[in-house]
């Protein structure tokens, strides 16, 4: 835990000791930049966030650029940490992203089983009495049309976490989630055919 602790203020250290020792200057194009421990470094705003760039003066070599990260602040500080030797402190608005898509991910896989069996539940009480109701069976067909979506991406997120089985369960539901769209979608049509009196009989379900 200490060295988390000197890590944090080292990083911190570097970044108000460059902030505060001066030496920032605007670049031609309004970007403030800077020589710092023989680098020249300039941050400046890309591809909706901040980025750095770390160049050598004599433009002997191919500069680094940063991915984007949220904040000027962010940037600045992952700049001067890997120039001193530290590990990045802040993550890239790439690295926020996958993070939020991957926990994203989680939830539809963890979701994906009780969103079905409520689906499920409600077309088989419409199937066993005979009361088809337009409105329930387009919201089961919408959830099931989402889900058959999202349990693609909640398959490719379980098989990356290395669990398969529990993979291979995400895609075996998804294909009963196409059958219920279908089956919510015949329904549907059958329900839009005409009126009660002209409709004929409700079109078998198997689900």
Request: glycine share 8%; aromatic share 10%; charged share 25%.
């Amino acid at each position: 835990m200490g060295w988390i602790v000197l890590f944090a203020i080292g990083v911190v250290g570097s970044v108000i000791w460059a902030l505060m020792r001066g030496g920032w200057r605007a670049s031609s194009n309004g970007n403030q930049t800077r020589i710092y421990k023989g680098s020249r470094i300039t941050i400046f705003e890309s591809d909706g966030g901040w980025k750095y760039c770390i160049a050598d003066p004599s433009d002997q070599t191919p500069p680094y650029f940063s991915d984007p990260y949220p904040s000027q602040t962010e940037t600045t500080a992952s700049c001067l940490a890997l120039i001193d030797g530290y590990g990045d402190p802040n993550k890239t608005k790439r690295e926020l992203r996958y993070e939020a898509e991957d926990a994203r991910n989680a939830r539809w896989a963890e979701d994906a089983a009780a969103i079905y069996d409520k689906c499920k539940s409600q077309i088989d009480a419409m199937i066993s009495s005979g009361d088809y109701k337009l409105t329930g069976l387009r919201s089961i067909q919408k959830n099931a049309s989402r889900q058959v979506d999202r349990t693609r991406y909640a398959y490719q997120h379980l098989y990356s976490q290395g669990e398969a089985e529990k993979a291979q369960q995400i895609w075996d539901l998804r294909d009963r989630y196409k059958k219920m769209d279908e089956a919510a979608s015949s329904l549907i049509r059958w329900m839009e055919s005409g009126t009660e009196n002209e409709r004929s009989n409700p079109p078998s379900i198997h689900l």
